[in-house]
């Protein structure tokens, strides 16, 4: 383990430059003491390596001292290659820049790690798509990529959901993030956390303002925040219902999304019991789907809104068949 750490601090120190001596201790888990012993034993081991102690000062290596050890375990050549299958490099046009890259670095392997690295690579694929995901609108991440690596100011033309014109916004991006096959642009409006789907944005258009984050925020923070706020919304409706078993897999499936735990199942009985969360009472009306197989117990609000969109449905079909004239196929005369 320590022979991992100094390697870990020397690959740090020649990527970074000078590093505060906390920060190393954070980086690698261990105490700020523990850190200085290891420096002393990559002095004593003959790298140019010296702590310069007080409010601006850390630890750095001597100027032009280059080391071209990887230092790479067997499982991390596995982990860098089976990375290049995941395809965020692809749509963000950096999928010719990773192969050229993944060469080096399978040149610079110790040799018995790289039939390992190689073999990995073919044997595992990561597909980050739902099933059935449907057609999905095109999306061109060439300016969204270009703003967040020149960190620029973006003006973007977005369309929201349910709104058919776009609105305009001055957004400070902090980066892209990629979840199950969609992009995502995170950014500050007004000083605010935002998250813009990367398939409704119209155009994009960086701006030649430097981009004005939050000092000290990061893409992680940010993204941790808002993709709590999407999971956690306050005011939803939680519904209690029951599901026949020969569809439980299904619903399962289909309503992921909406289960707040698993079902309550004993293994036995033809009805079993699942809570849903839904952001506003009509959205209940997905459970129409599911037609008598699954019955909504709680509350009644959520069982009168799920009445009423089965009373719409069969007056809408109950109008066509029943206005028409001959062999039924046309649509219902007034």
Do not use: C
């Amino acid at each position: 383990m320590k022979s991992d750490r100094l390697l870990s601090i020397l690959l740090l120190l020649q990527t970074r430059g000078r590093v505060p001596a906390p920060e190393l201790a954070d980086r690698l888990e261990v105490s700020v003491r523990t850190i200085y012993r290891d420096v002393e034993a990559l002095s004593a081991a003959g790298v140019p390596v010296y702590a310069e102690r007080g409010r601006h000062g850390g630890i750095e290596l001597l100027p032009g001292f280059r080391t071209d050890v990887t230092g790479l375990t067997a499982d991390e050549s596995r982990a860098l290659f089976i990375l290049a299958a995941q395809g965020a490099h692809a749509a963000l046009g950096l999928d010719a820049a990773l192969g050229s890259a993944l060469r080096k670095v399978m040149a610079a392997l110790p040799a018995p790690h790289r039939p390992a690295a190689e073999v990995a690579s073919r044997r595992v694929l990561v597909d980050a798509t739902r099933w059935k995901s449907g057609p999905r609108q095109s999306v061109d991440l060439d300016v969204l990529r270009d703003a967040v690596f020149s960190d620029r100011r973006l003006r973007l033309r977005y369309r929201h959901s349910g709104e058919p014109e776009p609105r305009t916004y001055t957004v400070d991006p902090y980066g892209l993030v990629a979840k199950a096959g969609i992009w995502y642009l995170v950014a500050d409006r007004r000083g605010r956390p935002r998250l813009f789907r990367a398939d409704r944005v119209r155009s994009a258009r960086p701006l030649d303002e430097p981009v004005r984050r939050r000092p000290g925020v990061e893409l992680a923070d940010v993204w941790e925040l808002l993709r709590r706020e999407v999971e956690e919304r306050e005011n939803e409706v939680e519904v209690t219902v029951r599901v026949r078993r020969e569809l439980l897999d299904m619903f399962q499936r289909m309503a992921a999304a909406q289960l707040t735990a698993p079902p309550e199942d004993d293994g036995t009985s033809e009805w079993v019991t699942a809570r849903l969360a839904y952001p506003v009472l009509r959205a209940v009306r997905q459970l129409l789907a599911f037609s008598d197989r699954v019955e909504i117990l709680e509350p009644p609000e959520a069982r009168a809104e799920l009445l009423a969109g089965a009373r719409a449905v069969t007056a809408l079909y109950q109008g066509q068949s029943g206005g028409g004239g001959g062999d039924g196929t046309g649509p219902a005369e007034p």
